[in-house]
């Protein structure tokens, strides 16, 4: 008898198979270069003014990446498509263009290139003082942990742990969608997709059944 | 009369650098004597050593103008559908002559001259400007203010089919700005009509905005089809969206941060992937205002 035909999941997932989870390094990093190169040479949006735009640019790779990460796991469950072999590849190049973001701001924005000791000295000043940079700061430093436990060696040691310790990302997105909604200036629509977005791949997780019927023990009665 | 008001930017600044490099050396071969006859004191010699107006592309390419969207080059994407023909200015209020004008007649014999400005953003960046306008004051003068007058309001025109980020309602549209009298009779105050010797970019604020040098840029409000004289304060488009963040004066002032960013410095806009920040001057430089808020904690009325 045949085999039955493969679902449509199915044959995505065996091509999927077939792309190595690097490639999102490759891409990733010669984007990130691409866009230096361009606003180095002043071109397209980097014409007037280079550093805020690269910085933005930046930034909002970051969020996108950070969001994508997300949707690995609802994706699975209600598709059966699987993007699990490239959430790691996605939540690091995600901390790599949070790097970048950071490194803009200090060494362009604030020019830390040509004097660092007063740079760093405006980054702890700003961040305390400007409420969206303490949220931008936060999200960075919790993303610090999970860059470095995001290897094959961390989660055999960690175990349990390393689960619990990596839904620190159910944090750290909402804190970057805010960092880019407080920073707008007027009524923006696409910081708010960015948290709707979030707040709803995130609602996904959460198992609302079995908290109604904890919330309501009487029922079974 | 005020003074007429003068200016410490040259034409040399606008001229493209190789030529005005060329007069540089010229007047620096004349030596003080030389500056001296020409009218040029030892800091108007130094304003031009590190004051460069901006080219006319970054002026025309990186602009705020919400109702074409909020990225900067939003306005000059979209900018070109914006109607400016014919173009109507309803002056009421508490004038001896109010209706409605045409530019033309609004500015009736009156001569644009060219105005080289500094101009600061309240998001930190900075130009410089060469503007064609003319004073404030000369046009109120002729419009008649009246006795009880204290305040000037304007609006900027809302085409909605023209305009994407009217739309999008990113703002309460119409925009609306004011200046108190005095500030609007200031010489330095203009309605500007044109930079760079040629009519005003619509993504400027064609065909006619105000330019008050001295405040943070969002007070010079373009495309004027309003102007109102009040004995009230008028509405202010930002202060009324936020007035923890945007006060009524939005002097230029190093010493008040926006809650979210320091004023503290700005980036000179033209300077590249490389470009450091440099001090924020007190009235974005222009002294002369200081005498009108005098007595005005700066702090508090910010």
């Known amino acids: ?221 | 009369m005020a003074h007429r008001w003068k200016n410490d930017l040259t034409r040399a600044d606008v001229t493209p650098p190789a030529l005005w490099m060329n007069r540089r050396r010229l007047i620096a071969a004349m030596g003080a004597s030389g500056a001296a006859g020409l009218g040029l004191g030892p800091s108007m010699a130094a304003a031009q050593e590190t004051l460069e107006p901006n080219s006319l592309e970054e002026i025309t390419s990186y602009n705020n103008f919400y109702e074409f969207g909020t990225g900067k080059q939003d306005p000059e994407r979209y900018a070109d559908e914006m109607v400016i023909e014919p173009w109507s200015i309803t002056v009421d209020g508490l004038v001896d002559n109010p209706g409605e004008y045409s530019l033309a007649e609004l500015l009736g014999d009156l001569t644009p001259e060219e105005r080289i400005y500094r101009f600061r953003c309240v998001e930190a960046w900075s130009m410089v400007v060469p503007w064609q306008g003319v004073e404030l004051a000369d046009i109120l003068t002729r419009l008649g203010v009246q006795d009880e007058a204290r305040y000037v309001a304007f609006e900027t025109v809302v085409q909605p089919e023209n305009m994407p980020g009217v739309r999008r309602g990113v703002l309460d549209f119409p925009y609306v700005e004011g200046l108190r009298l005095d500030e609007a009779m200031h010489p330095l105050t203009l309605l500007a009509t044109g930079l760079y010797d040629q009519p005003m970019p619509k993504q400027n604020g064609a065909p006619i905005r105000l330019v008050v040098p001295w405040k943070y840029g969002f007070k010079s409000i373009k495309s004027i089809v309003r102007i109102s004289l009040t004995a009230e304060e008028p509405p202010a488009t930002w202060n009324r969206l936020n007035p923890r963040e945007y006060g009524f004066y939005s002097n230029v002032n190093p010493n008040v941060d926006h809650p979210r960013w320091s004023q503290a410095t700005e980036r000179v806009i033209g300077g590249g992937l490389f470009a450091q920040r440099q001090p924020t001057q007190m009235f974005n430089g222009y002294d002369e205002v200081a005498s009108l808020y005098e007595g005005m904690d700066l702090q508090a009325q910010f």
Not at chain 1, 55 to 69: F, K, S
Not at chain 1, 163 to 172: E, F
Request: charged share 15%; no cysteine; aromatic share 14%.
């Open chain 1, 1 to 221: 008898m045949a085999a039955k035909a493969p679902t449509f999941a199915q044959r995505i997932n065996k091509g999927l198979r077939r792309v190595p989870p690097w490639l999102i390094y490759v891409i990733g990093f010669a984007w990130m270069g691409w866009e230096f190169w361009r606003a180095l040479s002043a071109i397209g949006p980097y014409a007037v003014e280079p550093i805020n735009v690269l910085e933005r640019e930046y930034g909002l790779r970051a969020l996108q990446l950070l969001v994508a990460g997300l949707v690995v796991t609802p994706l699975m469950r209600w598709t059966r498509v699987s993007l699990i072999r490239f959430r790691r590849a996605i939540g690091l190049m995600a901390f790599y263009f949070v790097l970048a973001h950071f490194a803009v701001f200090v060494l362009l924005d604030l020019g830390g290139f040509f004097d660092p000791g007063y740079a760093l000295a405006q980054v702890w000043t700003e961040t305390i003082k400007r409420p969206y940079i303490t949220v931008g700061m936060a999200a960075l430093v919790l993303l610090i942990p999970l860059a470095l436990t995001s290897n094959d060696w961390a989660m055999r040691r960690m175990r349990q742990g390393w689960k619990q310790m990596h839904r620190l990302v159910y944090v750290i997105v909402p804190l970057a969608g805010v960092h880019f909604l407080w920073l707008a200036k007027g009524f923006q629509i696409e910081p708010i997709l960015y948290l709707v977005g979030t707040a709803l791949l995130l609602a996904l997780r959460v198992d609302w059944r079995g908290l109604m019927e904890r919330k309501s023990p009487n029922k079974a009665a």
